[in-house]
């Protein structure tokens, strides 16, 4: 049987992995090969393009902004449906998951805004947005809903790096399917095993023009606090997971019903 969280390796789509697997409190499982989370599939080759496409994905939802999408637009297989979902449409500009790229490639500018603890202030500032933001509330109604239709699966999400956005969607997903807080944080923290080792060339360039390793992995991996910020905000605006599908995200009871019938063994 698969490992939960198990990376699927293909070399130019890192932090792919199934969402399935995990257990939750009562003893039920995840379906395997529904939904799967990723990276950016702008950079996907050839090769791992076909791989991909044996996981018979119908649907792909991109959390990413606008500009992130045009400056490097998704590689799918033919015949499947690529769904933009901006859920940081209502951040204004300078939100921290969605610079991550000029973030890397400016390292002295790095140093200055970032420095000094400024980045896990970005980040739960981030976090916060990516939970209570309208654009955020609607982003993730979508792709629930989405989820929840069968002829939209296999569906995989993602973002730039496929642990901000990504993340948030997957913890939600899975908290509210049950699984105890300890796995949801578990499968959150995999991105620092399954993406940071294929990033290692972009930390070597970082470090060649002078920036900090250290603040570079605060950057583009992930660290418990963000998440665990995520949740605060959420029990602070909604109470709980239960209230944020009903209240925040207002999804109704059936298309809740829908989601576990089709993602619960």
């Given at each position: 049987?698969?490992?939960?969280?198990?990376?699927?390796p293909?070399a130019?789509?890192?932090?792919?992995?199934?969402?399935g697997?995990w257990?939750?409190?009562?003893?039920?499982?995840?379906?395997?090969?529904?939904v799967?989370r990723s990276?950016?599939l702008?950079r996907v080759d050839?090769?791992d393009?076909?791989?991909?496409?044996?996981?018979?994905?119908?649907?792909?939802?991109?959390?990413?902004t606008?500009?992130?999408r045009?400056a490097?637009?998704?590689?799918?297989p033919?015949?499947v449906r690529?769904?933009?979902l901006?859920v940081?449409a209502?951040?204004?500009?300078g939100a921290a998951?969605?610079?991550l790229?000029?973030?890397?490639s400016?390292?002295a500018s790095?140093?200055?805004?970032?420095?000094?603890g400024?980045a896990?202030a970005?980040?739960?500032q981030?976090?916060?947005q990516?939970?209570s933001l309208p654009?955020?509330?609607?982003?993730y109604?979508?792709?629930?809903t989405e989820?929840?239709?069968p002829?939209n699966?296999?569906?995989?999400?993602?973002?730039t790096?496929g642990?901000?956005?990504t993340?948030?969607g997957a913890?939600?997903?899975l908290?509210?399917l049950?699984v105890p807080?300890e796995l949801?944080i578990?499968?959150?923290l995999?991105?620092?095993?399954?993406?940071?080792?294929?990033?290692?060339?972009?930390?070597?360039?970082f470090?060649a023009a002078?920036?900090?390793?250290?603040?570079?992995?605060?950057?583009?991996?992930?660290?418990?606090?963000?998440?665990?910020t995520a949740?605060?905000?959420?029990?602070?605006?909604?109470?709980?997971i239960?209230?944020?599908f009903?209240?925040?995200?207002?999804l109704?009871a059936s298309?809740q019903?829908?989601?576990?019938?089709?993602l619960l063994?």
């Amino acid at each position: 049987m698969t490992e939960p969280g198990a990376a699927i390796p293909l070399a130019t789509l890192p932090n792919l992995r199934d969402l399935g697997g995990w257990t939750t409190a009562d003893g039920r499982r995840i379906r395997l090969g529904e939904v799967y989370r990723s990276t950016e599939l702008g950079r996907v080759d050839a090769d791992d393009l076909r791989r991909f496409a044996e996981l018979r994905v119908r649907t792909i939802f991109d959390l990413r902004t606008a500009v992130e999408r045009e400056a490097s637009p998704d590689r799918v297989p033919d015949g499947v449906r690529d769904e933009a979902l901006d859920v940081l449409a209502d951040a204004g500009a300078g939100a921290a998951p969605a610079e991550l790229m000029k973030i890397v490639s400016d390292p002295a500018s790095a140093d200055r805004l970032l420095g000094d603890g400024r980045a896990q202030a970005l980040f739960a500032q981030a976090y916060r947005q990516i939970v209570s933001l309208p654009s955020a509330l609607a982003s993730y109604r979508r792709l629930y809903t989405e989820l929840a239709e069968p002829a939209n699966r296999p569906a995989l999400f993602h973002c730039t790096t496929g642990k901000d956005r990504t993340g948030w969607g997957a913890a939600a997903l899975l908290s509210f399917l049950g699984v105890p807080e300890e796995l949801v944080i578990r499968d959150y923290l995999l991105t620092n095993e399954q993406l940071l080792p294929a990033l290692e060339p972009v930390f070597q360039q970082f470090e060649a023009a002078g920036g900090d390793r250290a603040l570079l992995v605060t950057v583009l991996g992930v660290e418990r606090d963000y998440l665990e910020t995520a949740f605060d905000e959420l029990h602070t605006r909604f109470g709980d997971i239960q209230g944020y599908f009903d209240e925040g995200l207002a999804l109704e009871a059936s298309v809740q019903q829908a989601l576990r019938d089709a993602l619960l063994e």
